[in-house]
């Protein structure tokens, strides 16, 4: 890649680790809705009203969706740790190549449906009813696509890194899913 590209990966690179961030940070508010819920249920013989639907429509959005990309980058899938080293040079390049670029298509059908169905969730206002309250499902819809995109962006960066490298690979730096085994 040239210095350029690199410099954009770079920055896109801190915006991918902020999202995997937001996703360690849901993860623990979920662990403390969860302490709190099985405290007030049995201290106080009552749960906290529409719990399972703010976890269901606003925490595991929030642990999913910003850090696929960063998970993509990291190496660790697509794992063909078994079958990418034995190929030949030229092989191995065409089949990484493949993937990536199938990655691109599959993950870029999914994002517009994602985006379409995160569109109807705005447009019409989507709310859930949690406790007897109404509380607004549409912000999160908003994740999916966002992180979907992400991923399209990351495999693109995968996709032009790879052509300019002798050996290439499914992540723009070098990542665990690459290594060679021992004694193979």
Known sequence: MSESEMRAYRSFTKVTT???????VAVFVLMLFIVLDVVLRNMGG???????????????PLIVF??????CGSGIMPNMDLLIPRM?????YRTIQTVVAAEIVVIGVVLVAAA????????????FLAGLTMLPQWPAQLLAPLGLGLVVVECGFVFVANRKRDDPGFTVKRGPAEVVPDGI
């Open 18 to 24: 902020a999202g995997a961030v937001v996703s360690g």
């Open 46 to 60: 009552a749960s906290i009203p529409g719990g399972f639907e703010i976890v269901e429509n606003y925490l595991l």
């Open 66 to 71: 910003p850090s696929l990309a960063w998970v």
């Open 88 to 92: 030949s040079p030229r092989t191995r």
């Open 116 to 127: 379409v169905f995160a569109g109807w969730h705005v447009m019409h206002q989507s709310a």
